[in-house]
C-alpha cells in the first residue's frame, strides 16, 4: 500500500542519515587518535579512551536506530558518540592548527571552541540513558523535573564553556567569544549551576536504575544487569570529571583521570545494551 511504501522510504532516508552519522565519527575518531599528542589538550590515552566510548555508542546507536527508527534510547546513544567524536576530533584539529603547526588548519580557533563545551551534551546522553533504559521511557511522570534539571544542566554548562575563557595556557589564543571573563562573572555562575544540577541528576539517573532493577524479574533484570553495573562505575566518575572539567593544576589533573576512567567505562555501556539485545532478545530483536 501507499502508506507502507511512505514508511519504506522514510526508514531507508532514517538509516542512509545515521550511518552517515556514523561515518563522520569514525572520521573524527581517526583524526583524533592521529593528531593526539603528550601535553596537548587530549594525550593519547585520553583520546584512545574517547574514541573507544564514540565508536560504541555510534555503532550501536546506528544499528538500533536502523531497527527501530521509534526507539528514543538509539538516538540517544548516535547523538551521544557523535557528540562525543565531534567534541575528540575538535581537540585534535585544534591542537594542530594552533599548537603544533599554527595555521595548518583552517578554523582552528572554532575547533578549539567546540572541544570546549562540547562535552557536556555528551554526558547529557549517559545520563539521559540511565534515565530511561531500557524502555526508552522515564519510569512515570513524577520524573520529569529529573529530566528538566538534566536539560538545563546541559544547557548551562554549553553556555558557560562556550563564552567564558579557556584554561590557562591550553591555547595560544584566547577564545573569540569570551564575554564572561573574571571571578563571578557569568560563565562562574553558570558552571556553578551546572554542576550542581549535574550532581542532582547523576543521584536521580542512579535512582531509577536501582529501582528499575529492584523492580524487575526474569529477563527484565538480566536485561538491565549489565548496564546497571556500568552505570554504577561511569557516572561517579563523569561526576568529578565534569564538575572540574576546565579547572587549573591538581583539579585539572584529577578531571582528566576521571574522565579517562569514565569514558573507558562507558564504552561498556552500548556493549551491554548490545548483550540484552541479542542475548535476552531486547526490544524483541533476535
Do not use: M
Request: include cysteine.
Amino acid at each position: 500500500s501507499a502508506t507502507d511504501a511512505r514508511r519504506t522510504h522514510a526508514s531507508r532516508a532514517i538509516g542512509g542519515v545515521v550511518w552517515t552519522v556514523w561515518a563522520t565519527a569514525v572520521l573524527l575518531i581517526v583524526v583524533s587518535v592521529a593528531t593526539s599528542r603528550s601535553g596537548g589538550p587530549d594525550d593519547p590515552l585520553s583520546a584512545i579512551g574517547q574514541g573507544a566510548a564514540a565508536l560504541s555508542f555510534v555503532t550501536v546507536g546506528a544499528i538500533l536506530v536502523s531497527r527501530l527508527p521509534r526507539n528514543v534510547i538509539g538516538w540517544l546513544l548516535a547523538a551521544g558518540g557523535l557528540c562525543l567524536a565531534l567534541d575528540t576530533g575538535s581537540s585534535g584539529l585544534a591542537d594542530l592548527g594552533l599548537t603544533v603547526h599554527p595555521g595548518s588548519v583552517p578554523g582552528a580557533i572554532w575547533f578549539a571552541w567546540l572541544y570546549e563545551w562540547l562535552l557536556a551534551p555528551s554526558i547529557a546522553a549517559v545520563f539521559a540513558l540511565a534515565l530511561v533504559y531500557p524502555t526508552g521511557r522515564l519510569l512515570s511522570t513524577r520524573w520529569r523535573p529529573a529530566a528538566i534539571a538534566l536539560g538545563l544542566a546541559t544547557v548551562l554548562q554549553s553556555i558557560g564553556s562556550a563564552v567564558g575563557p579557556w584554561p590557562t595556557g591550553q591555547y595560544p589564543v584566547p577564545n573569540p567569544v569570551d564575554v564572561a571573563t573574571g571571578a563571578g562573572g557569568a560563565s562562574d555562575v553558570l558552571n556553578v549551576g551546572s554542576e550542581v544540577l549535574i550532581v542532582v541528576v547523576a543521584v536521580l539517573a542512579i535512582s531509577s536504575l536501582v529501582l528499575r532493577y529492584r523492580r524487575s524479574r526474569g529477563v527484565e533484570r538480566a536485561q538491565l544487569k549489565w548496564f546497571a553495573f556500568v552505570a554504577a562505575i561511569s557516572l561517579p566518575a563523569f561526576i568529578v570529571g565534569a564538575t572540574l572539567f576546565g579547572d587549573d593544576g591538581l583539579a585539572s589533573i584529577v578531571s582528566n583521570v576521571a574522565l579517562i576512567i569514565a569514558f573507558l567505562s562507558i564504552a561498556l555501556l552500548p556493549v551491554a545494551i548490545g548483550i540484552a539485545v541479542l542475548r535476552y532478545r531486547l526490544y524483541d530483536i533476535d
